[in-house]
């Protein structure tokens, strides 16, 4: 569970790209958090909460509930920072009670949203898991990670480190309605292909694709086929499902964006996960595409340390089952 938080600020920037976002900082007392069974890593480091992609279909919005914000508009502009982050991991890690356990990162928000360009945590959080030789994962959709492309390779050196793109779609459509704060989904690709050529193993996750809107075919296959010309380290998808708090968000912007498709939602999402034949037919057909198109690459990185849960198996989890 998430340590207590105490506010000490809000803050506005009037300048691009930040325009409309208002920053709450808060100091946290512990910032590794440890997680419920029956997930593949036992430990996350989230330094935001809240976050500017204003992906439509994010599972975390309903966390913003948690801080008597709303999942809407609360969620995409009024970001909680954890400005002490880099110093509280640095200390927890240095505990006598720390065991070195594999740590997750991105696993709720992403810590590459546009935030970080301002309050930079992560190059701290980064330095102290490397001084430890601490093993963990990055799951992303910010290209900003190149920023600390030299802290990542020294990590590599050192202990086990993974990182992945969430890309659920290369049309320029289907992204800026349903991910209108992210980079362009090719300049992820290009991301994925930068840190693979530094040596940091970098794999896609097509996730989530939404149905009826980013699954036909021939969509998959151009997001396939760009990351494996990136080196990609895996490709794997995942189908959209909608946890309580989430789902009413998203119908209602599915009302406005794609009208048509909702009867269509409503019978599927009954539940908040998709039939589970819709789920494995989406996994063969992103197989067979992979295979056809000759497959990942080997890593050229040698595994090092303990084992850590790679962004695939995290984003499998946090998109199906969270």
Not at 14 to 35: H, Q
Not at 37 to 42: I, N, Q, R, S, V
Not at 262 to 267: E, F, K
Request: aromatic content about 8%; overall charge positive; charged content about 25%.
């Amino acid at each position: 569970m998430e340590g207590a938080l105490f506010e000490i600020g809000r803050r506005t920037f009037d300048t691009p790209g930040f325009r409309g976002l208002e920053f709450i900082e808060v100091e946290a007392k512990s910032v590794i958090n440890r997680v419920p069974g029956g997930m593949p890593f036992d430990y996350t480091i989230n330094p935001y909460r809240g976050c500017s992609h204003a992906c439509v279909y994010c599972f975390a919005r309903v966390t913003h509930t948690y801080l008597n914000m709303n999942a809407g508009r609360d969620f995409e502009t009024k970001i909680v920072v954890k400005v002490n982050a880099p110093e509280v991991v640095r200390r927890e890690l240095a505990s006598p009670r720390w065991r070195g356990d594999p740590i997750a990162m991105g696993t709720a928000t992403d810590p590459y949203q546009r935030a970080e360009g301002r309050y930079r945590l992560m190059p701290g959080i980064l330095r102290a898991l490397i001084d430890h030789r601490n093993p963990f994962s990055i799951l992303t959709k910010g290209t900003l990670i190149l920023r600390d492309l030299d802290l990542l390779r020294e990590a590599v050196a050192v202990t086990e480190v993974s990182t992945a793109f969430s890309i659920a779609t290369l049309d320029r459509e289907v992204w800026r309605r349903s991910e209108p704060g992210t980079p362009n989904p090719r300049r992820r690709i290009e991301a994925v292909a930068e840190l693979n050529a530094a040596g940091v193993p970098c794999g896609v996750l097509v996730a989530p694709v939404l149905p009826g809107i980013s699954d036909r075919p021939g969509m998959l296959r151009e997001v396939v086929r760009a990351a494996l010309d990136a080196g990609a380290t895996h490709v794997s998808p995942i189908l959209l499902h909608l946890r309580p708090g989430v789902r009413e968000e998203f119908i209602g912007w599915l009302e406005h964006a794609y009208p048509d498709l909702v009867p269509r939602y409503q019978r599927m999402y009954r539940t908040e996960y998709a039939p589970g034949a819709h789920r494995r037919a989406l996994g063969r057909m992103v197989g067979r595409t992979v295979r056809a198109l000759g497959g990942v690459r080997p890593a050229a990185v040698p595994r090092r340390g303990r084992p850590s849960a790679s962004p695939e198996r995290v984003a499998a989890t946090q998109l199906t089952l969270v």
